[in-house]
């Protein structure tokens, strides 16, 4: 968020919006106000949030030839949000607002292109966060196997007239 105040210098306020894995819903992850005085939380229109995830592409609210904005019906100046997307999988949308001076159809484009490197930066961290829990699973299970096995006895006993024998079959990954 503080590179997108760098980039857009007419920016106020910009935020990163991502769907939580679970529920679905979008959240705030972060966001930044160029004015620390306002510290409140970021107000996404859902304008914005419709149309970029019905769109899966950039969007320009508001008029920037007069940076009024009126005409959206939430507010004055100027938001344009885009999605974080990457090969169909949509992850969540970044947003940025001036209240004051306006974005042009390029600014949209440059936050696009941010965009979808974000969304592949997500989709990565969340492929290796799979990768982990997956290799933790396999690891307990292991360990659960060999743990199972440990309780057959070691030799079976020498009965007169008896033949014992020992057989271990794992119902699924562990169990028998």
């Known amino acids: 968020v503080d ?5 857009f210098p007419q920016a106020e306020d910009v935020g990163v919006l991502v ?3 679970r ?4 959240k705030v992850q972060c966001q930044k106000h160029r004015k620390q005085a306002f ?17 899966r592409r950039g ?23 885009a999605p974080l997307i990457y090969h169909g999988s949509h992850y969540g949308v970044v947003y940025v607002e001036s209240k004051t ?16 490197q974000a ?6 961290t969340r492929v290796a966060n799979q ?10 299970l292991r360990v659960a196997r060999q743990l199972q096995r440990s309780l057959l006895p070691a030799s079976v006993p020498q009965v007169v007239g008896l033949d014992f024998a020992v057989h271990y079959e794992p119902a699924y990954q562990i169990g028998g």
Request: hydrophobic fraction near 35%.
């Open 101 to 116: 001076a306006g974005f042009r159809q390029e600014d949209v484009d440059l936050l696009q292109a941010i965009a979808t």
């Open 39 to 55: 510290g409140g939380d970021l107000r996404v229109p859902g304008t914005i949030i419709q149309h970029v995830v019905s769109d």
């Open 59 to 81: 969007v320009l609210l508001g008029d920037p030839s007069n940076g009024t904005g009126e005409e959206d019906g939430e507010g004055v100046g100027t938001r344009m949000g």
């Open 3 to 7: 590179a997108l105040l760098d980039l």
């Open 131 to 140: 990768l982990v829990r997956r290799e933790k699973l396999e690891r307990d």
């Open 23 to 26: 529920t679905g819903e979008l």
């Open 19 to 21: 769907e939580d894995e």
């Open 119 to 124: 969304g592949l930066a997500i989709h990565a």
